[in-house]
């Protein structure tokens, strides 16, 4: 590509426009200014940064920064804003805090308080996974039922909402479900016996001729330490019990087989250090009144 410039204007032939006197393999450049409203909108928004820079806190400084001449920043709303709610929750909010589980179920005002501020707190931290109904989908409990990992007692769901499942506190539930086949602890055939056999517990079909004794043999060798000998679980190792209809990855064959082949491991928040006391509680007492605590 060569570029010529003589710095002599002309007109463009074709176009009846000016030219600019560039010039590029015999392409000349065409003086097109910008629209005057483009122009003008470009010098606005200039005229608005530079406002702003010196309206809002805006330019970082070594070791802190510009505050503006309003002297407004969100971080100032924010704290306002928690402190104006604090203020409304008053005494009642007190009470929350400083009353057991229990003892707000159990008192109707406090009862009231809690469900409201729970159900508002719930909408916005955990309808994400468990449904805007708490009922839940594949992977996320439905908390409506009375099917519980790790208890539904108001303390059980309480330490549950504290500390969270397999998530980074130290306090958090800690049982996982093994991938007996990818790691090669079980074969093929042994999952395939493993998964009848867990099937047929809850009544569901398997396949014809399968060696169900073979595969409760299997079961009690490998599994019943956690899910216990009758399969109805253990909620200290959170393993859920295999003789309801209650599936939280699904019942069908293929959902059963990736779990004993791949297992399984979701995680839970904990919610201690992002929520207050009084929210905490106002939660395990809203989950607990929908209708499957304990």
């Not at 030219?19 to 005229?47: C, F, K, M, Q, S």
């Not at 769901?157 to 998530?167: F, M, W």
């Not at 169900?212 to 490998?222: D, T």
């Not at 491991?265 to 989950?287: C, F, H």
Request: overall charge negative; charged content about 20%; some cysteine.
């Amino acid at each position: 590509m060569t570029m010529a410039h003589d710095d002599k204007p002309g007109v463009d032939q074709v176009t009846g426009r000016e030219t600019t006197g560039h010039e590029w393999d015999g392409i000349r450049e065409l003086n097109t200014p910008l629209p005057r409203w483009w122009l003008w909108t470009l010098y606005a928004t200039i005229v608005w940064a530079v406002g702003y820079w010196i309206f809002y806190p805006a330019w970082p400084l070594v070791t802190s920064y510009t505050t503006g001449v309003s002297g407004w920043m969100t971080r100032t709303a924010v704290e306002d804003s928690i402190a104006e709610l604090h203020a409304i929750r008053g005494e009642t909010g007190k009470k929350i805090i400083s009353a057991g589980l229990s003892e707000i179920e159990n008192t109707p005002d406090l009862l009231s308080y809690a469900r409201a501020q729970g159900k508002a707190a719930f909408a916005t931290n955990c309808a994400t996974c468990h449904g805007s109904g708490a009922s839940g989908a594949v992977g996320y409990p439905n908390l409506n039922d009375d099917d519980w990992l790790w208890g539904g007692t108001l303390d059980q769901i309480a330490t549950t909402i504290r500390h969270g499942v397999r998530s980074a506190d130290q306090k958090a539930h800690s049982g996982v479900m093994l991938p007996f086949g990818r790691t090669g602890m079980l074969q093929r055939p042994q999952v395939d016996l493993v998964v009848d056999y867990v099937r047929s517990l809850s009544g569901l079909e398997v396949r014809a001729g399968s060696d169900l004794p073979a595969g409760a043999a299997i079961f009690k060798q490998n599994c019943a330490s956690c899910h216990g000998d009758d399969g109805k679980g253990k909620r200290d190792t959170g393993a859920p019990n295999l003789t309801d209809v209650i599936w939280l990855y699904g019942s069908s064959r293929e959902d059963v087989f990736q779990s004993v082949w791949n297992g399984r491991g979701g995680v839970m928040p904990n919610w201690q250090g992002r929520l207050d006391e009084a929210t905490i509680k106002s939660l395990a007492v809203y989950v607990h009144t929908l209708g499957g605590g304990e």
